[in-house]
């Protein structure tokens, strides 16, 4: 037994690799808890913008929504009314998703970015269905179609 100046106490069996040394096993440890930890801080970071992304693409759309059936859609029609409306909605969401994504500090991978996007999109159809359901007094079949 000897001690290396690199990797601290080992026996003959580390110098070939096969075992762990003490000091390279709490490394490791501590190497697994950050990475857990950093995880959860990216876990964490998604969701509140996700959460974050959807308020402000809901806002938007229930204030659009609301200037396009009371001013638009009586004069050139619904479907004029929406196509309209829609290019501002794509702005809105799309400068949004830029500004939340490093407001909140979301990951650099599509994982995180996606997951993001996928937050914001369940509470928002969630958030549509009861508004629809519960303000509007639709059947969730009328809601559906």
Known sequence: MGRS??????DAAALDGTT???RNAR????ANASGRAKAAKLARATLAAGFAYFVVVFAAG?????VRVLVLAPGPG??????IELPFM??????????LIRRFS???TW????GMGACALALLVGAETLLGVIGFGRSLAEHMR
């Open 78 to 83: 619904v479907t004029l009314a929406t196509a």
């Open 62 to 66: 229930f204030f659009l929504g609301t």
């Open 111 to 114: 994982r995180q970015r996606v």
């Open 5 to 10: 100046h690199r990797d601290g106490w080992h």
């Open 90 to 99: 794509l702005l809105i969401s799309w400068l949004a998703c830029a500004r």
């Open 27 to 30: 490394t490791e440890r501590h």
């Open 20 to 22: 762990t040394t003490p």
């Open 106 to 108: 979301v990951g650099p």
